[in-house]
């Protein structure tokens, strides 16, 4: 039993390898690859092995590089320390995975899925490195709001800032008007786009185009006078100077 271990850590690799001893009595390992040229180089120079077991990162580029270049015929057990969005699309792929750090019982589900298949999954680059991208988030474009009797629906192009007054949530547009949301401020944040609205305060949550006036203010705070906004005193504390700096300068 031939296994290939492409990883660029060679503490991980030692330990992969001392689990993998235990599920394959007779098992040979080759040598240690850590980067795409070596695992290039390697495959051009020596027949498939058995399985191979890949991480994603390793020291001079993704590994899918690889798999681009060479046409591998042995099934491929990815290595990743990447988030939760990535690991669905390897199961979506049929392909296996191993969480790092490797948990035994992981590893065991995975020799034992491909003891039991010993077929290579197809395996779809494309859609792997695509899925592998930080998850584009939808933010949202329109806003339903309560009017007395009334529910409207208003453009988040019209909205001023947000604003929360004795646990009630109101959005103001720059037209003036001031209506009800249903959602707390913290909702309403992660709804909106942080390119366009930033947190000033625990009651405010302002879109850059409604920023008339920044002002600097006692103890290194800054005061931010807004549009259509009869509150003149919305600060911003010292710790959050730096990223309304940042956020005004883009």
């Not at 060679?10 to 001392?18: F, Q």
Request: glycine share 4%.
């Amino acid at each position: 039993m031939k296994i290939l271990i492409i990883e660029d850590e060679k503490p991980a690799a030692t330990r992969l390898e001392r689990l993998l001893a235990g599920h394959f009595p007779e098992v040979h390992f080759g040598e240690n690859l850590d980067t795409v040229t070596k695992a290039l180089r390697w495959f051009g120079e020596n027949a498939a092995p058995d399985l191979i077991f890949c991480d994603i990162q390793l020291a001079d580029g993704i590994s899918f590089e690889i798999f681009e270049k060479v046409n591998v015929s042995a099934p491929v057990i990815f290595t990743t320390a990447y988030d939760q969005y990535a690991i669905r699309a390897f199961q979506v792929n049929a392909i296996d995975y191993l969480l790092k750090p490797i948990d035994p019982v992981d590893l065991e589900r995975a020799v034992d899925k491909f003891k039991s298949r010993q077929v290579k999954p197809v395996l779809d680059l494309d859609l792997l490195k695509g899925l592998l991208q930080p998850e584009r988030k939808v933010f949202k474009n329109r806003f339903l709001v309560r009017f007395g009797e009334k529910i409207q629906s208003v453009p988040v192009e019209e909205v001023a800032f947000f604003h929360s007054e004795e646990r009630v949530t109101f959005l103001q547009t720059f037209a003036g008007k001031k209506y009800v949301l249903d959602s707390t401020l913290e909702q309403v944040e992660s709804q909106v786009d942080p390119a366009l609205f930033f947190r000033l305060n625990r009651k405010y949550l302002a879109k850059v185009d409604a920023v008339e006036e920044v002002l600097t203010y006692s103890n290194s705070r800054l005061k931010v006078k807004l549009s259509n906004c009869a509150d003149h005193d919305i600060l911003v504390s010292r710790e959050k100077v730096g990223d309304l700096k940042g956020w005004l300068d883009r």
